[in-house]
């Protein structure tokens, strides 16, 4: 993960970015037709700068979001070991996430578009990125992050290795970007989402946030998710179960009620039966159980075992 490349790599790659708009289509739709949600000009000029050592681009990425976003107690030196992997000689992208997750981050893959990213940025928001520096049979994985974009100039701005302000031609920039599929992500506070997401994302963000973060966290993501998203059984699911993790079983009742109501779901009709039960709703408890019992026999078998313990716990 190192920042530095060597002389005949670094011609390499602005060589080829003389000639990226043959390749950095997105760059040049932008350039043609900037979007009139964008503002023109963005610099997040408080973002914090951590020097990166070489092949430490992960955890001063990550810190750089983290600190960004309020986290305290965070740096480059406390982050090496949650994402460092020597035996790769660099950070993972599935470490990167799940480290800003126990950090308390809702962290969040954006959409492979450049007007997403820089939706982000316009919006307060660093990104990570992932870029290839060198050339693709001969990668040099790089983690920076976006801080600013002029769009007249067709430039962005970068915290990124030993440079605190790097500025980088959009058409550069998306070559060596396309290269990592066009990998970036934005670490949230819980309740708050991306401006541009993709559904699926967006769902698995919120079950991956779900395993590490403190209940309360995890059901405020749930309740954006659900409202973004009302036609995703699993954030309906996921957010009573996240209130249910919180001690709240009223509001996790109310949850599995919604989702009984919108998708006839067995998993949900059994929570259901189940936070009634606590309730001391008793009747409320059974009729939950029984219809988690003609759901599953109806279509959803393999939660047949379980809608009938329901229905006999709930007798």
């Known amino acids: 993960m190192s920042f530095r490349l060597t002389a005949t790599l670094a011609v390499a790659v602005f060589f080829f970015g ?36 070489i092949q430490q681009c992960g955890p001063a990425a990550l810190a750089t979001v983290l600190v960004a976003g309020g986290v305290s107690g965070v740096s480059p030196e406390s982050l ?9 000689g660099g950070s993972l992208q599935v470490e990167m996430l799940g480290a800003a997750r126990r950090h308390g981050r809702f962290a969040v893959r954006l959409p492979a578009r450049l007007d997403a990213l820089l939706g982000e940025v316009a919006a307060g928001r660093p ?23 002029d769009l007249a100039r067709a430039e962005l701005l970068l915290r990124s290795g030993t440079t605190e302000r790097q500025v980088m031609s959009m058409a550069v920039f ?28 967006l769902s698995a963000a919120a079950v991956a946030f779900e395993r590490v973060a403190k209940p309360a966290d995890a059901a405020r993501s749930y309740e954006a998710v659900v409202r973004a998203l009302p036609d995703d059984l699993t954030a309906a699911i996921g957010l009573g179960n996240a209130r249910y993790a919180a001690g709240d079983v009223l509001a996790a009742t109310s949850a599995f009620e919604a989702a ?3 998708f006839d779901s067995a998993p949900a009709w059994i ?7 606590e309730l001391g709703e008793r009747d409320g408890a059974r009729d939950a159980a029984r219809r988690a019992v003609e759901r599953a026999e109806r279509a959803e078998p393999q ?13």
């Not at 929570?271 to 039960?277: F, S, Y």
């Not at 939660?303 to 313990?309: C, K, S």
């Open 174 to 201: 998306e070559r060596t970007w396309a290269r990592s599929e066009r990998w970036a992500f934005v670490a949230l506070a819980p309740g708050e989402l991306p401006k541009a997401f993709d559904a699926t994302e």
């Open 303 to 315: 939660w047949l075992d379980a809608a009938r313990q329901a229905e006999r716990a709930a007798r």
């Open 271 to 277: 929570n259901l039966a189940q936070t009634r039960l």
């Open 18 to 53: 003389g000639c990226a708009s043959l390749d950095a289509p997105q760059s040049a739709a932008l350039r043609e037709a900037p979007p009139a949600t964008l503002p023109a000009k963005i610099e997040l000029a408080s973002t914090p700068f951590f020097a990166q050592e």
């Open 80 to 88: 090496g070991d949650e994402v460092f992997v020597p035996a790769r």
């Open 127 to 149: 990104v990570v990125i992932l870029q290839n520096l060198s050339l693709p049979i001969a990668p040099r994985w790089h983690y920076a992050v976006v801080i600013g974009y």
């Open 260 to 262: 009984t109501r919108r």
